[in-house]
């Protein structure tokens, strides 16, 4: 069983500057949730991606945007970059099961990506 | 709203002291209740979760009960090693999508 992995594992941008975050999820899982954890702080939901849909939406302004691939991997992509966007940004997968509740099983953390903006 | 209070810390213990770390929980309905640590420069690692009132989880020595009347998800272990060393979160998940994270707990376990 492989699990959630993540690319890069940092990563060093400027301010203004665009982003691009992946995260491949477990096998056998088809959700990906997306996490900003700051320094010192507990991490905060960003969005959540199911069948390629966003599926709920933390309190994150839009410049922060997803995709899901049909392989349930993910991307996570920040514009404008802002010094505040330095984080560790965690990406989680789970199985939601077809006809079931919309919310997530367990979810399973990735390494994460810090990302730095000068 | 959702929110998760973690005791603050950080906490510093002796190998095979007793560790408390406290967590308590403001949530609407019925959340499923989690504990996730996270070593240096890693990610985060569920530890033990519970789904409704008066289960307990548990793993690898640790525990933590769902206590619905005071809204509480203590973590306990009887003995702690040098390798607990590590940053330990409460979480919930309120019904919806996302997981609602504490502040998180350092612990350090001296030999």
């Known amino acids: 069983e492989t699990g959630v992995t993540q690319s890069p594992t940092h990563l060093i941008k400027t301010r203004g500057q665009q982003v691009t975050l992946r995260c491949s999820s477990q096998?056998?899982?088809?959700?990906v949730s997306w996490y900003q954890q700051a320094l010192g702080q507990g991490p905060q939901f960003i969005f959540q991606y199911y069948r390629e849909e966003e599926n709920g939406r933390g309190n994150f302004p839009p410049r922060f945007s997803g995709l899901q691939f049909p392989n349930y991997s993910s991307e996570l992509n920040v514009n404008a970059l802002e010094l505040d966007d330095s984080a560790l940004y965690l990406c989680?997968?789970?199985?939601?099961?077809?006809?079931?509740?919309?919310?997530?099983?367990?979810?399973?953390f990735g390494p994460g990506t810090r990302l730095t903006v000068l | 709203g959702n929110s998760v209070t973690q005791m603050e810390g950080p906490v510093t213990l002796s190998e095979e002291a007793f560790l408390t770390i406290n967590c308590t929980y403001t949530a609407t309905g019925y959340p499923s209740l989690f504990w996730y640590v996270q070593y240096p420069g890693e990610g985060l690692q569920l530890l033990l979760k519970?789904?409704?009132?008066?289960d307990k989880g548990s793993n690898k020595g640790f525990e933590a009960t769902y206590r619905k009347e005071t809204t509480s998800f203590h973590l306990e272990k009887g003995s702690v090693q040098v390798s607990d060393s590590a940053v330990y979160f409460c979480?919930?998940?309120?019904?919806?999508?996302?997981?609602?994270f504490g502040q998180g707990t350092r612990l350090t376990i001296n030999p």
């Open positions: 989680a997968s789970s199985l939601v099961v077809a006809g079931g509740p919309l919310f997530t099983d367990t979810q399973y």
């Open positions: 519970a789904t409704k009132a008066d």
């Open positions: 096998s056998g899982h088809n959700t």
């Open positions: 979480a919930l998940r309120p019904g919806a999508q996302k997981l609602v």
